[in-house]
T-cell receptor, first 115, second 112 residues
Framework: DGGITQSPKYLFRKEGQNVTLSCEQN?????MYWYRQDPGQGLRLIYY???????QKGDIAEGYSVSREKKESFPLTVTSAQKNPTAFYLC??????????????FGEGSRLTVL | GQNIDQPTEMTATEGAIVQINCTYQ??????LFWYQQHAGEAPTFLSY????GLEEKGRFSSFLSRSKGYSYLLLKELQMKDSASYLC?????????????FGTGTRLTVIP
């Protein structure tokens, strides 16, 4: 079945360590996104990519980095520069094809806890 | 920027009808989405409105008024499994082809 797979589902990290969250999709979608979700706040956009080898900063990109070397993959690295990394991270994808509403399809999420 | 407001929490009774409101302010409006999110899970798409009016999908309906910057999600014949957060999201054409901006979500609790 087509979908988006995020891993790991739960991750614990010590302060000062970088960590990479994986996101893979087999929906043949061109666009991919990373959102962060905190209690009492809406989803906030970290980075997005509309095409392979290109990506753009979202509203809260500081302390994060991404790559888009393959259409199927959009990994997110949470660096030690991110001051408050404990959060629920959601990866999403969408198609830009005409006739579609362009809704986002989400992965199951990765919950990162910094100890 | 975008300013999206929705109530933080609502409670309703099983079998009843509930309406969740969402107001927004954006100059580049290009569609409004409603998502359902159960605790600890991914959001799932419920509905999409880009023109004024009502869109009905089974027990769920969504309404949009672009002139008022207003939408609501209507849930009929509530079931216990409808207890979840409901996210209102606006697509803004000024920020890219398909970027969505989300409200804080409304946590709905359905009681027996």
């Amino acid at each position: 079945d087509g979908g988006i797979t995020q891993s790991p589902k739960y991750l614990f990290r010590k302060e000062g360590q970088n960590v990479t969250l994986s996101c893979e999709q087999n929906l043949n979608h061109d666009a991919m996104y990373w959102y962060r979700q905190d209690p009492g706040q809406g989803l906030r956009l970290i980075y997005y990519s509309q095409i392979v080898n290109d990506f753009q900063k979202g509203d809260i990109a500081e302390g994060y980095s991404v790559s888009r070397e393959k259409k199927e993959s959009f990994p997110l690295t949470v660096t030690s520069a991110q001051k408050n990394p404990t959060a629920f991270y959601l990866c999403a994808s969408s198609t830009g094809n005409r006739g579609y509403t362009g809704e986002l399809f989400f992965g199951e999420g990765s919950r990162l806890t910094v100890l | 920027g975008q300013n999206i407001d929705q109530p933080t929490e609502m409670t309703a009774t099983e079998g009843a009808i509930v309406q969740i409101n969402c107001t927004y302010q954006t100059s580049g409006f290009n569609g409004l989405f409603w998502y359902q999110q159960h605790a600890g899970e991914a959001p799932t798409f419920l509905s999409y409105n880009v023109l004024d009016g009502l869109e009905e999908k089974g027990r769920f309906s969504s309404f949009l008024s672009r002139s008022k910057g207003y939408s609501y999600l209507l849930l009929k014949e509530l079931q216990m499994k409808d207890s979840a957060s409901y996210l209102c999201a606006v697509r803004d054409r000024r920020t890219g082809a398909n970027n969505l901006f989300f409200g804080t979500g409304t946590r709905l609790t359905v009681i027996p």
